[in-house]
C-alpha cells in the first residue's frame, strides 16, 4: 500500500513539472528545432513589438478619423454676480445661465469621408507592413540558427582533422624510432597537429559567438542547445521561376503595402482638392436662464439653430501648392512599386539560381567527400608500410576536411536557400504560422 501511495504520489509530481515548467526551459535542455526559434523570435522581437504599435498607431488614426464625422457637443455654464448697485438700469443681483451646444462643421467635397477612407487603407497597409516585418525577421533567425549549425558542423571537421593527424604525428612517432623517417618528418606531423589543434579552438569560438547571436536574434537566455533536422539537407521538386516571380508579386507583403500607399496618395490628392469647396458649419444651443431678481420681462429659455458657410476666395497660393505636393508623392508612390516589383523579380530569379546552384553541386561534393576519404585511408595505408611521405598523407587529410568544408556549406547554404525563396515569394510566415 506504501510503495502505491508512494507511486501515486512521484506520478503526480513528474506530471506537475511537466505542465507548470514553462515550455521554454524544457525545450532549452531537449534543444529547440527551427520552429521553435520562429515562434520565440515573433513573440520576443522588438522590431515586431515596434512594428505592433505602428499598427495600433493607424487604427488610432482611424478613430480620429470616424470622430471627425461625429458633432461637438458642449456643457456650457456661468454665473455672475453684481455688486454696485445703479438707478437707471434695471439689473439683477446673480445671473445664473446654463445649456447646451452642438457644433457640426463638414466640406461640401466631402473631405471626411475621404480622410477616413484613407486611414482604413493605412491600417491595411500598416498590416502588410508588420507582415513583412515578421518575414525579414523570420530569414534574420533562420539565417542565425543555420550559422549555429555551420559552426557546429566546422567543430565536427577539426576534431575529426585532428584525430587524423593524430594517428598520423603516433604513426611518424613509431617510424622515427625505429629509424624508418628522418626527425623532420615527425616534426612536420607534429605542427600540422599543433595547427590543426588551433583551428580547433576557433571553430569552438565561432559556435559560442554564433550562438550568441542567435540568442540575441531570438531572445533567448542562459545556455542551451539547438537541434538539427533528420536529414542533413532535403530536395525539392523543380520550380517554374516565371511561377514564383508571379507568386512573389502577388504574394509579397511589401508589394501589397505599395499598392496600398499608392491608393493612399491618390486619396491624399482628392482631400487636398477639396479644399477649394465652401465648408459649411451648424450650431444649435439651448441656454436657460434665472436672475435675481427676475424682471417681468426676462426669458428665461432660449433655443437657436445657426448655419454658416465658409468659402475661402484668396489663399496666397497654398492649396495649389498642396495639391502640387501631394500629386508628387503620388507619382513617387507609383516609381516606387514599380521599382519594387523589378527588385522583387531580380531578388526572386537570383535565390532560385543560387538554389538551384547548390542543389546541383550538392551530389558532386558528396562524392568528392566519398573519394577523398578512401584516398586519405589509402595513402594512411601506404605510409604505414613506407610506399608514401607524410607530406602525402597531410595533403590527404587536408583534401578531406576541404571537402567536408565545401560539403557542409553547400548543404547549409541550401537549406537557407529554401527560407531564402519562401521569403521573396511572400509565404515563408504563412508556412511558419500554418504547421
Same mark, same amino acid.
Given at each position: ?30 534543444? !529547440? ?25 493607424? %487604427? ?56 477616413? #477612407? ?9 498590416? !502588410? ?10 530569414? #534574420? ?14 567543430? %565536427? ?6 584525430? #587524423? ?38 571553430? %569552438? ?21 539547438? #537541434? ?185 547554404? !541550401? ?21
Amino acid at each position: 500500500m506504501v510503495r502505491v501511495a508512494i507511486t501515486l504520489i512521484m506520478g503526480i509530481i513528474i506530471v506537475g513539472l511537466v505542465v507548470f515548467l514553462p515550455q521554454e526551459r524544457i525545450s532549452a535542455t531537449q534543444g !529547440y528545432t527551427l520552429n521553435d526559434l520562429y515562434r520565440i523570435a515573433l513573440q520576443r522581437a522588438e522590431v515586431i513589438m515596434i512594428s505592433k504599435d505602428n499598427l495600433y498607431v493607424s %487604427e488610432r488614426t482611424k478613430d480620429k478619423a470616424v470622430s471627425a464625422l461625429m458633432p461637438r457637443i458642449s456643457i456650457i455654464g456661468g454665473y455672475t454676480r453684481y455688486f454696485l448697485p445703479t438707478d437707471n438700469i434695471v439689473r439683477p443681483d446673480d445671473v445664473i445661465s446654463g445649456g447646451v451646444r452642438v457644433d457640426q462643421s463638414f466640406s461640401l467635397a466631402g473631405r471626411e469621408f475621404i480622410a477616413l #477612407r484613407g486611414t482604413r487603407v493605412g491600417v491595411d497597409k500598416s498590416k !502588410y507592413d508588420l507582415y513583412a516585418v515578421k518575414e525579414k525577421y523570420l530569414l #534574420r533567425v533562420a539565417s542565425a540558427y543555420y550559422d549555429v549549425r555551420s559552426a557546429k558542423g566546422e567543430i %565536427e571537421i577539426a576534431a575529426a582533422h585532428v584525430e #587524423r593527424l593524430t594517428g598520423h604525428r603516433d604513426a611518424a612517432a613509431k617510424r622515427f624510432k625505429v629509424g624508418e623517417v628522418t626527425k623532420t618528418d615527425l616534426l612536420r606531423a607534429e605542427a600540422e597537429l599543433a595547427g590543426a589543434k588551433s583551428e580547433l579552438i576557433m571553430a %569552438e569560438n565561432a559556435l559560442e559567438i554564433a550562438k550568441a547571436i542567435l540568442a540575441r536574434v531570438v531572445g533567448l537566455t542562459g545556455d542551451f542547445v539547438i #537541434r538539427d533536422s533528420n536529414a542533413r539537407y532535403k530536395n525539392i521538386a523543380a520550380h517554374d521561376l516565371n511561377l514564383l516571380k508571379k507568386t512573389a508579386l502577388a504574394e509579397r507583403a511589401e508589394m501589397r503595402s505599395s499598392i496600398l500607399q499608392s491608393k493612399m496618395a491618390e486619396k491624399e490628392v482628392r482631400h487636398t482638392k477639396g479644399a477649394y469647396w465652401p465648408t459649411l458649419s451648424m450650431e444649435a444651443v439651448y441656454m436657460r436662464t434665472e436672475e435675481n431678481p427676475a424682471h417681468p420681462l426676462f426669458i428665461e429659455e432660449s433655443l437657436h439653430v445657426g448655419f454658416r458657410l465658409n468659402f475661402l476666395i484668396f489663399d496666397g497660393g497654398l492649396r495649389r501648392a498642396e495639391i502640387r505636393q501631394t500629386k508628387a508623392r503620388q507619382r513617387q508612390a507609383e516609381l516606387l512599386r514599380e521599382d519594387l516589383r523589378k527588385s522583387i523579380n531580380i531578388e526572386v530569379e537570383s535565390i532560385y539560381l543560387d538554389l538551384m546552384t547548390q542543389k546541383g553541386i550538392l551530389e558532386f561534393l558528396e562524392n568528392q567527400v566519398i573519394f577523398a576519404k578512401d584516398n586519405f585511408d589509402l595513402i594512411s595505408r601506404k605510409y604505414e608500410f613506407g610506399l608514401a611521405t607524410g607530406i602525402d598523407v597531410m595533403d590527404a587529410s587536408a583534401l578531406l576536411v576541404t571537402s567536408k568544408r565545401q560539403l557542409s556549406e553547400a548543404a547549409y547554404n !541550401y537549406e537557407l536557400s529554401l527560407v531564402r525563396l519562401k521569403r521573396a515569394t511572400g509565404t515563408l510566415l504563412e508556412s511558419v504560422e500554418g504547421r
